[in-house]
C-alpha cells in the first residue's frame, strides 16, 4: 500500500495509529529496501518495495506472510521492532520507503547510527524501549492488530487505553521534533559568519600557507 | 577573524576530540553540533534526491569545491560504453553530470583515467588527508579514517545539508581504542583482522562509537590494509574508524595530486603530526587483541559478527550467547549450513574479487600470488574487479591482467560490481559466493536467496582455485 497520511512536518508532538511488528535483531537496510530499488533519482515509488525480499520470502510459507503484507496491518503507522534496526547501508531510502508505506514512528530496543539521524531528517521519531518492555509492547500489539496506539514523542511513553509503556528519547532528538527544528537544514544555513570563521581556521583550506 | 588566531592550537586528547574541535561551526538549538565538512564525496546513487532538494529549497553548493564526485555503484564491469545497455542506470548517471555541470562539481567520470569506487579514488588523489572530516552518502566512508580523518557515512537528506551549508547537525561520539599487539601471520591479512574484530565485538558493538585502531599490528599497517580495518568499523556498529597519522601515511601521500606540494608539505606534515591521540589521551573504552593468534577468518551467516577462523566449525546453538540465538538459527536456515560443521571445504559457485573494502593494488597482488600458476576450478565463476581506474592501470602495468586471465579468472572494469548488485554483476538463486566485498546480508548480492562467505581476497582465490572454501596459507606455503 501506499501512505495516505501528509509526510510529517512541524511540530512532532505525538503519533497515534495501529501497529505493524517486525521481529528480529539486526534487520539493515538491504533488507528494508533491496537495492536494485535504488536505482531512481527520486524517492517516490520506493513505499510498495519495503521489505520486498523478505515479503516474497515468506509469501505463501504455512509460516504465514510477512506483517507488511497481512490485511490487518494496513494502514498502520507504528513500526515495531528489536535491536540494532537498520544496520548497514546508509541508504536514505530504507526510511524513505517505510515512510511511503505509512510508517510515522519507530519503537525500537536500538538503532543503528545513521538510519536513526536519517529517520529524524525525515521527521521520523525513533524511540527505545528496554528488551522487556519491547517484547510487551510486541506481544500487545500482535494481540489486537486493530488496536490504536499512541506515541507520545514529548513525553517519550507509549499508550493503548488504560495501558502505558515508558520509552527513551534523547534530550535533543526530542526538542527538535517538538520545536519541528527536526529539519536542520535552515539551522545550518543560519550560521553563515561561524561557517566562514571556521574555514579559516582550517589550514588545508588554505593551503597550509596561513602564517 | 585575526590573522594570529588562523592557526590555533590543537587541544588535547584524542584524534576525534582535536577534529572534532577543530571543525565545530555553532551548537544548534536542537543541542546537536553543527560540524564542518572538509570533504564530501557524492556519487550517483545518494545524490540525486539531494540536488532535488536542494532545488526545491531554492539553494545553491555553499563549497564547490570542497564536493568531489564519481561514478561507481551501477556502471557496469563489461562494457562501459554510453548509453549503458539499463537505461535507469544511464538516467542516475546523466542525472549525475547534469548537477556537478550546473553547480561546479568536479565529476572524475568513466575513462577520465581517475574514476573509481568513492573510497579507492579520494585516497589515492591525495583528496582525503589527515584532520580533515569527511562525508559521503555511503556507509563505508569510514575507510578515510585511515588516514586519520573523521569520516562516515550520511543520508541523502544529510547530502543536501552539506551541499547547502557545508556542515552537517552531529552530535558527538565516544571513543574506544582497539589496540591490536604483535605480528600478522604469513596469509593473514587487515580483513581477517577487522573480521576477527566484528566477530569478537559484534555488529552492534560500536554503535555510539568511534574506532580508535592503534598499536603495534595497526602501526605495521600498509595505508591499503589500513583502509580495509576502517572501511569495515561501520559492519562493527562504528559510524567511523580512525588510524593515527604516521610517517607510513605521510609517505602514501606524498606526490599524489591534490596533496600538499612545495613548501606547504612541510608545514602540512607538521600540522598532520600533531593531531594523533596525545599519549595521556583519556578513551571512553579499550578493547585489546593480539594479532599473532588470528587465522584467516571468514563468515558463515548473515551478519559480518556472524564470522570464525577458516579452521573452526560452524557454531552450535549451545556454543552461542543466547541473545544471538534466533540469528544463528535464521542464519542456519537461510545459509543452509549445519552447525558443527567445518567451514572449510564448503563448495562455492562465484568468486569476486574487489569492493572498497579490498579492491586496491595490495589486495589484487595478494591474491595473484595465490593465482599464479594456478586455474580456477571447473564451474567456478571467479571474476576481479580493480576498485578503480588507476588502480586497474597499476595492475595491468604488472601483468596482473594477463595473469588473473590465464588463471580462469576475469579482468573487469572498476566499479563497485557484486558487492551489492546495482549493476549486472549478480548472483543467481541460491548461488554461494566467496568474496572479498563487506556485507553478507541476505539478498546482498543480488538474489534474494543467494548466500555470500567474506573474507579477504588471498582467500578469495585460494576458494576459486580449489573450488571450495580453503585455508590460503595450505597454497601460499605449496
Redesign the interface.
Same mark, same amino acid.
Given at each position: 500500500m501506499s501512505s495516505s497520511t501528509p509526510f510529517p512536518s512541524g511540530s512532532i508532538s505525538s503519533v497515534s495509529g495501529t501497529t505493524v511488528v517486525v521481529r528480529?535483531?539486526?534487520i539493515?537496510t538491504?533488507?528494508i529496501i533491496? =537495492?536494485?530499488f535504488?536505482?531512481?533519482?527520486?524517492?517516490d515509488a520506493l513505499g510498495p518495495a519495503a521489505f520486498a525480499?523478505?515479503r516474497?520470502?515468506l509469501a505463501g510459507r504455512a509460516s504465514g506472510q510477512h506483517p507488511f503484507d497481512r490485511p490487518e496491518h494496513q494502514g498502520a503507522s507504528i513500526l515495531l521492532v528489536n535491536? %540494532?534496526f537498520g544496520?548497514?547501508?546508509?541508504?536514505?531510502?530504507a526510511?524513505q520507503a517505510l515512510m511511503r508505506w505509512g510508517i510515522r514512528v519507530v519503537v525500537g530496543e536500538?538503532f543503528?547510527?545513521?538510519f536513526y539521524? %536519517?529517520c529524524l =531528517? !525525515?521527521g521520523i521519531p525513533c524511540l527505545m524501549a528496554d528488551h522487556d518492555t519491547m517484547l510487551a509492547i510486541q506481544q500487545a500489539a500482535e494481540a489486537d492488530p486493530a488496536r490504536s496506539f499512541s506515541v507520545d514523542v514529548a513525553e517519550a511513553t507509549l499508550r493503548a487505553g488504560e495501558q502505558s509503556w515508558p520509552l527513551d528519547l534523547q534530550?535533543?532528538?526530542r526538542?527538535?521534533l517538538a520545536?519541528g527544528?527536526?529539519?536542520?537544514?535552515g539551522? !545550518?544555513?543560519a %550560521?553563515d559568519e =561561524? !561557517?566562514v =570563521?571556521?574555514?579559516?581556521?582550517?589550514?588545508? !583550506?588554505?593551503?597550509?600557507?596561513?602564517? | 577573524m585575526a590573522d594570529s588566531d588562523r592557526r590555533i592550537a590543537v587541544s588535547s586528547g584524542t584524534l576525534y576530540d582535536k577534529v572534532w574541535d577543530l571543525h565545530q561551526v555553532a551548537q544548534l538549538p536542537g543541542g546537536a553540533t553543527q560540524l564542518f565538512i572538509g570533504l564530501h564525496l557524492i556519487h550517483e546513487v545518494t545524490s540525486p534526491q539531494a540536488f532535488a532538494g536542494l532545488k526545491d529549497l531554492g539553494l545553491t553548493v555553499r563549497h564547490p569545491e570542497r564536493t568531489v564526485a564519481t561514478v561507481d555503484h551501477i556502471v557496469p564491469t563489461t562494457s562501459q560504453l554510453r548509453p549503458f545497455a539499463d537505461p535507469l542506470a544511464e538516467e542516475m548517471l546523466a542525472t549525475l553530470e547534469a548537477n556537478c555541470a550546473e553547480h561546479g562539481i568536479t565529476l572524475h567520470g568513466l575513462g577520465s583515467g581517475r574514476q573509481g569506487i568513492v573510497h579507492v579514488i579520494a585516497p589515492e588523489l591525495g583528496l582525503t588527508q589527515p584532520g580533515m572530516t569527511v562525508a559521503c552518502g555511503d556507509s563505508h566512508t569510514s575507510t578515510h579514517g585511515a588516514f586519520g580523518a573523521i569520516a562516515f557515512g550520511i543520508g541523502t537528506s544529510q547530502v543536501r545539508d552539506v551541499l547547502a551549508s557545508q556542515s552537517l547537525a552531529m552530535g558527538k561520539l565516544k571513543v574506544r581504542r582497539i589496540w591490536v599487539d604483535g605480528k600478522l601471520q604469513s596469509g593473514v591479512y587487515a580483513k581477517d583482522l577487522v573480521l576477527h574484530v566484528i566477530r569478537t565485538l559484534g555488529v552492534k558493538g560500536g554503535v555510539g562509537y568511534a574506532y580508535e585502531f592503534a598499536g603495534p599490528a595497526i602501526d605495521a599497517l600498509s595505508m591499503e590494509e589500513r583502509m580495509t580495518l576502517c572501511n569495515m568499523a561501520i559492519e562493527g556498529g562504528a559510524r567511523c574508524g580512525y588510524v593515527n597519522p604516521d610517517q607510513v601515511t605521510f609517505d602514501y601521500l606524498k606526490g599524489r595530486p591534490f596533496a600538499p606540494s612545495g613548501s606547504a608539505w612541510d608545514e602540512a606534515v607538521a600540522w598532520w603530526s600533531n593531531l594523533a591521540s596525545c599519549a595521556d589521551a583519556v578513551f571512553d573504552h579499550e578493547v585489546r587483541f593480539d594479532a599473532a593468534s588470528i587465522a584467516p577468518t571468514i563468515t558463515w551467516g548473515i551478519t559480518p559478527g556472524q564470522g570464525i577462523g577458516v579452521d573452526e566449525t560452524v557454531p552450535t546453538l549451545e556454543q552461542t550467547d543466547p541473545d544471538e540465538r534466533p540469528l544463528a538459527e535464521e542464519a542456519y536456515r537461510y545459509m543452509d549450513l549445519q552447525p558443527g560443521a567445518p567451514i572449510a571445504g564448503t563448495p562455492v559457485d562465484v568468486c569476486f574479487i574487489g569492493s572498497c573494502t579490498n579492491g586496491r593494488l595490495s589486495d589484487l597482488q595478494a591474491a595473484a600470488a595465490v593465482a599464479k600458476g594456478r586455474h580456477v576450478a571447473p564451474g567456478i565463476k571467479a571474476f576481479v574487479v580493480p576498485g578503480s581506474e588507476q588502480v586497474a592501470a597499476a595492475a595491468e602495468a604488472e601483468g596482473l591482467d594477463k595473469l588473473f586471465v590465464e588463471a580462469g579468472f576475469e579482468w573487469r572494469e572498476p566499479g563497485c560490481s557484486m558487492c551489492l548488485a546495482m549493476n549486472p554483476d549478480r548472483l543467481e538463486g541460491r548461488q554461494i559466493s566467496a568474496s572479498s566485498s563487506n556485507r553478507n546480508f541476505k539478498g546482498r548480492q543480488g538474489s534474494a536467496s543467494g548466500r555470500t562467505l567474506l573474507m579477504s581476497p588471498a582467500m578469495v582465490a585460494a576458494a576459486a582455485i580449489n573450488g571450495r572454501v580453503s585455508d590460503v596459507r595450505t597454497l601460499l606455503n605449496a
Open positions: 528480529g535483531d539486526d539493515d538491504d533488507r533491496p =537495492a536494485r535504488l536505482k531512481c533519482v527520486t524517492f525480499d523478505d516474497a520470502e535491536r %540494532n544496520c548497514g547501508s546508509s541508504r536514505e531510502h526510511p536500538s543503528a547510527e545513521i539521524g %536519517n =531528517a !525525515l534530550q535533543g532528538p526538542q527538535m520545536t527544528q527536526w529539519d536542520a537544514t539551522q !545550518l544555513l %550560521n =561561524a !561557517l =570563521a571556521t574555514v579559516q581556521r582550517l589550514p588545508y !583550506l588554505s593551503g597550509f600557507t596561513a602564517t | -
